[in-house]
């Protein structure tokens, strides 16, 4: 069992900066891909950023590429997402989830942290 805790939301105003936290229990993070999703209200959940096991390669949304940064540092179990030059559209509910092995290469991610909120004001 993984537990995810996600910190770091808030409020900025547009243009501004936050820079999520995703902490990781378990001992075996380092073999988990782990990705960020966010949910606007009335909207459904997309994909942000995943940082892969195969070759450490990383995927952005097209909508936040070359805004948004994910990273990981494995000795602290945790996994960041930067986001910059932030957008009222970038509002959301922002999840962190990680993806075991068997999964990979799928879109399927077996744990989800509860999520923190994001509100960019114009």
């Known amino acids: 069992q993984v537990q995810l805790v996600e910190s770091g939301g808030g409020l900025v105003q547009a243009g501004g900066s936050l820079r999520l936290s995703c902490a990781a229990s378990g001992r075996t993070f380092s073999s988990y891909a782990m990705g960020w999703f966010r949910q606007a209200p009335g909207k459904e959940r997309e994909f942000v950023a995943t940082?892969?096991?195969?070759?450490?390669?990383?995927y952005y949304a097209d909508s936040v590429k070359g805004r948004f940064t994910i990273a990981r540092d494995n000795a602290k179990n945790t996994v960041y997402l930067q986001m910059n030059s932030l957008k009222p559209e970038d509002t959301a509910v922002y999840y962190c989830a990680a993806q075991t092995p068997r999964y990979s290469g799928s879109s399927y991610y077996d744990y989800w942290g509860q999520g923190t909120q994001v509100t960019v004001s114009s």
């Open positions: 940082f892969s096991l195969s070759g450490g390669r990383t």
